[in-house]
């Protein structure tokens, strides 16, 4: 059974940092692509980064070009370390894995978490 496990959420001041994780099991994600959407309440999901199967690019919404950060360290962990968070960050966080890249929307991926909760304090 294919689970992705997302862990790191809570709470953080304005301008604060916050690293998420997200780990893969039940197959190998190494051609896959993986990737964070976030959802805010009353609002839709969007999406915040990408990163290719092989770990050579990366794509960025531009709301979180230059404070985000997505990484990951082999074929089933992605990372998105997040800088100078802001109130408007607030959302819950998923991760997401997939063969299409950069994959922008919710459907393209064939995988998704069950998310975490990030709430930035003003």
């Known amino acids: 059974q294919v689970q992705l496990v997302e862990s790191g959420g809570g709470l953080v001041q304005a301008g604060g940092s916050l690293r998420l994780s997200c780990a893969a099991s039940?197959?190998?994600?190494?051609?896959?692509?993986m990737g964070w959407f976030r959802q805010a309440p009353g609002k839709e999901r969007e999406f915040v980064a990408a990163i290719s199967w092989s770990r050579g690019s990366a794509y960025y919404a531009d709301s979180v070009k230059g404070r985000f950060t997505i990484s990951r360290d082999n074929a089933n962990t992605v990372y998105l370390q997040m800088n100078s968070l802001k109130p408007e960050d607030t959302a819950v966080y998923y991760c997401?894995?997939?063969?299409?890249?950069?994959?922008?929307?919710?459907?393209?991926?064939?995988?998704w978490g069950q998310g975490t909760q990030v709430t930035v304090s003003s």
């Open positions: 039940g197959r190998t994600f190494s051609s896959y692509a």
């Open positions: 997401a894995a997939g063969t299409i890249y950069p994959a922008r929307t919710w459907s393209q991926n064939d995988y």
